[in-house]
């Protein structure tokens, strides 16, 4: 192969990077283009902070923002006990055959799609709520027991690379001490994954916010700030996936660009996040 | 006996982030001759083989000052240079590695691998340089029936000499080999030392090793690490 | 004191694993006892001549075959425009890439594999919107729109798999060649990318997965309730996890929605498959198909 070859080789593999990467910096663009008649004059901000009353002439997506935080908020505090748990059980405390069987349950939930949690969590969970507590069926509750299966499989699995991560010379230190699996567990390995887990936290809390079906099947849909559990409400991405039938041309059309922007910066600044825990984290101690 | 220089270091330091490991090294090795490096482990011999053909180049956080000098074609010329080819230079200039390091294909394509990376697409000639290089590693007799076994099938001590005949097969001037017979038995080691002796008439050859009585009985020169200046013969 | 709380740590634990596993069972049980009854040739087929479907003569109106010949050519032409240029990608990212370039994609890949999908499927419908307007009328919300949305969507994942499998490799392996005289890109054709292949087909198969279960892109880039078997690119197109949503929030009778549960549990059986399938290629049968001499 001559160096020539090579050098065209390399340009093309290169290009390749920048075209993937240059896609991530277009949708942003795009996106930024076409909501723009709503963004310019300052109006971002009021749009963030306003309420959603089309007749009045008011796109604010304040309680879209609302309901994704406070979905995605209740779904990781039932996910992470839950996760914690299970990372725990798969890495040291359970019978050598239980943590292969449950590791693979695990890998096989991250394949099941989320229509049919959404498809289940309708015709099985719904109905179970609305009868234990007499009304919201279709709640933030809901929603959010189901999303805490969904993103279940990514925290346990991080978790468990992070425990994976914590030098085999410690473990040794505590078996040689004749400490028990659940000491070493508690005093060496969880204390030295700290960072581990939080960057675990912050990847599942893109997840549960980004999600969409759950959130459209499950939540309700209805346009307030949820003060309860119980409450209906709508987030960010299933305003995106309902409104989008209206006019195209209309403001209450462009004021989903809003959510849409505001989602992406949310994502970038949670990729941040990771990236520094996770420097920290490649930083002698 | 007049004996021409083949490889001369001038000055040669390196560094791994930072970290000094070889500090202004000046030598000379004379060609068709064995060359072994001792020295206790850890203090830089093998990062010393990899100036030499540049395979620390693929090292992050890695530099190198001084100069390398090897002679083809009868003149030294820098192999840090500008007209000095990679790949050309790594064809020159073979390398054994302290673990046998065969890649998971065939024996025959083992060994027929440089030839395919240099662009040798001749049945006859690929057969015939095949057969050669395993002559030479003297591994010809004990697999001439299962060439096309996996290489990852031979013993250690084989899988080493299936590895000396696929460096080998380009007809290398310069062998460097690093620690060639560390993870083998006294057996095979003992084959292999043999197998060197016998190709001082075809290349330079430099070894990297810590048996002391193992460099007594093959090298010409000895050199000793951490480099001070002083050499003995 | 410390002693409870071990103890206490213990059970939850325990309590924790049997809750997940219960939960799983609980769906995968509750698909299979109401979706079993409706799982029949009729459900696929309908009322026309099975044969006859697949043989693309007669038009299924009544059944589910549409919709997973929609999802499996989705999923192919998703994954033939994604793998090329993420395979790319990511070799240039492990082998040539340094400094501050590879730290710029780096973020931007992590960024696109933290996108929502539903922001790339708004993406892709304003693109659909925006060529209309400005290109030509032809152009709509379709399954060529939703193939180039799926393909940005797993983009990221074919990248990082590539990435990480070249990467992961050991150096001395890495030198190998490079010693014998091969050139840089000799090295990764010859012996790195086939070292990486298992890594490669499990991020692919991954990829495959995804494209089947996301239905937040489709429902905003072209899929409809009723299409009839893809005949255009350019067309409208019906796909499983798209009939499913549609099912749960549209359906008329009973009937319907239990069809809705035999496509739920076709859906979670071809997924599964999926699960088998990257399984036994992370034990490295590519690899091994690769190299058998
Ligand atoms: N890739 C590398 N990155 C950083 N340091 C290295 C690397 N390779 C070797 N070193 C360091 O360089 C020193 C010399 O290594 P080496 O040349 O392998 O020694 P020897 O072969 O004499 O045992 C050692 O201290 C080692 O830790
Ligand atoms: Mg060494």
């Known amino acids: 192969m001559t160096r020539f070859q090579e050098a065209i080789c390399e340009k093309l593999l290169l290009s390749a990077a920048w075209t993937s990467g240059s896609i991530v910096v277009f949708i942003f663009a795009f996106m930024l283009f076409l909501g723009l008649p709503l963004l310019s004059g300052g109006h971002f901000f009021s749009l963030l902070t306003a309420h959603w009353a089309p007749q009045q002439g008011s796109y604010g997506i304040l309680p879209m923002m609302a309901g994704s935080l406070f979905l995605a908020l209740l779904g990781l505090l039932f996910s992470f006990p839950l996760s914690l748990g299970c990372a725990c059980f798969i890495s040291v405390l359970g019978p050598a055959k239980l943590r292969f069987l449950l590791r693979k349950v695990v890998e096989l939930m991250t394949g099941i799609p989320t229509v049919i949690y959404g498809f289940v969590g309708l015709f099985l969970l719904v109905p179970l709520v609305r009868d234990i507590f007499g009304r919201g069926g279709l709640s933030l509750l809901s929603a959010s027991l189901m999303l805490a299966l969904l993103i279940a499989p990514t925290m346990i699995l991080f978790f468990c690379d992070s425990f994976d991560r914590v030098p085999r010379s410690y473990l040794d230190a505590v078996d040689a001490m004749g400490g028990s699996k659940v000491q070493k567990l508690l005093y060496v390995m969880l204390p030295n994954s700290v960072h581990g887990i939080a960057a675990g936290i912050t990847i599942a809390l893109g997840r549960a916010v980004g999600d969409t079906l759950l959130a459209l099947m499950l939540a309700g849909n209805a346009i307030h700030i949820p003060h309860s559990c119980l409450d209906s409400a709508r987030t960010l991405t299933s305003h995106i996936g309902l409104v989008f039938s209206a006019d195209f041309e209309s403001l209450e059309f462009k004021a989903i660009f809003a959510c849409g922007i505001t989602l992406y910066l949310f994502t970038a600044v949670l990729v941040l996040v990771v990236r520094g825990i996770n420097h920290r984290l490649r930083r002698p101690l | ?233 | 004191m410390n002693r409870f709380f071990e103890i206490f740590f213990v059970i939850w634990s325990w309590l924790s694993a049997l809750c997940l596993v219960g939960a799983v069972a609980a769906i995968l049980g509750f698909l299979c006892v109401k979706g079993f009854p409706a799982l029949n040739v009729e459900l696929i087929f309908g009322n026309t001549e099975p044969l006859s479907a697949l043989l693309l003569q007669k038009q299924v109106f009544d059944g589910l075959f549409p919709a997973i010949v929609g999802t499996l050519c989705l999923v192919v032409l998703s994954v033939l425009l994604a793998v090329p240029l993420g395979v790319a990608a990511g070799i240039y990212m492990a082998e040539y890439a340094v400094g501050y370039v590879k730290t710029c994609c780096d973020f931007l890949f992590d960024i696109l594999a933290g996108i929502p999908s539903i922001v790339i499927g708004l993406f892709g419908f304003t693109l659909a919107v925006f060529l209309h307007k400005n290109f030509s009328d032809q152009v709509y919300p379709c399954f060529l729109i939703s193939s180039i949305s799926l393909a940005f969507l797993v983009l990221p994942y074919i990248v990082r798999s590539t990435q990480i499998s070249l990467e992961e490799i050991d150096p001395a392996i890495r030198n190998t060649a490079l010693a014998l005289g091969a050139s840089r890109l000799q090295n990764i054709i010859h012996v790195l990318l086939p070292r990486a292949l298992g890594g490669i087909c499990s991020g692919v198969i991954l990829a495959i997965g995804r494209c089947a279960e996301d239905t937040a892109v489709i429902m905003l880039t072209g899929a409809v309730a009723i299409a009839g078997i893809p005949r255009s690119i350019l067309g409208q197109y019906e796909a499983l996890p798209f009939y499913i949503f549609y099912i749960s929030s549209q359906y008329a009778d009973q009937a319907e929605l239990m069809r809705g549960y035999g496509a739920s549990l076709i859906l979670i059986m071809l997924c599964t498959l999926l699960f088998l399938v990257a399984f036994l290629v992370r034990k490295r049968i590519a690899y091994q198909a690769f190299y058998k001499a």
């Open chain 2, 1 to 233: 006996m007049f004996e021409l220089i083949k490889i001369k270091t001038e000055n040669l330091s390196f560094s791994y982030n930072g970290n000094r490991i070889l500090d202004n090294v000046s030598l000379e090795f004379r060609e068709k001759t064995i060359t072994a490096i001792v020295g206790p482990s850890g203090i830089g011999k093998s990062t010393f083989l990899l100036t030499l053909n540049r395979l620390w180049e693929t090292v992050p956080q890695s530099s190198m000052s001084g100069r390398v000098k090897i002679r083809f074609d009868g003149k030294m010329q820098d192999i840090y240079g500008n007209g000095m080819s990679l790949t050309g230079l790594r064809r020159k200039v073979g390398m054994v590695f302290q673990a046998p390091n065969p890649l998971p294909m065939s024996i025959f394509k083992n060994i027929a691998f440089p030839l395919k990376l240099a662009g040798i697409k001749d049945r006859r000639t690929i057969d015939e340089n095949v057969e050669r290089a395993l002559q030479q590693a003297g591994l010809w007799m004990e697999v001439k029936d299962r060439l096309n076994d996996s290489g990852l099938h031979l013993s250690g001590g084989q899988q080493q000499r299936l590895c000396i005949a696929r460096a080998l097969v380009l007809q290398p001037e310069v062998l460097l080999l690093d620690e060639p017979t560390s993870s083998l038995d006294d057996a095979s080691a003992a084959v292999i030392e043999e197998l060197l002796v016998n190709l001082k008439d075809n290349c330079t050859l430099i070894v990297v090793s810590h048996y002391f009585d193992q460099v007594k009985r093959i090298a010409d020169t000895v050199f000793q690490f951490p480099y001070n200046g002083i050499s003995q013969q």
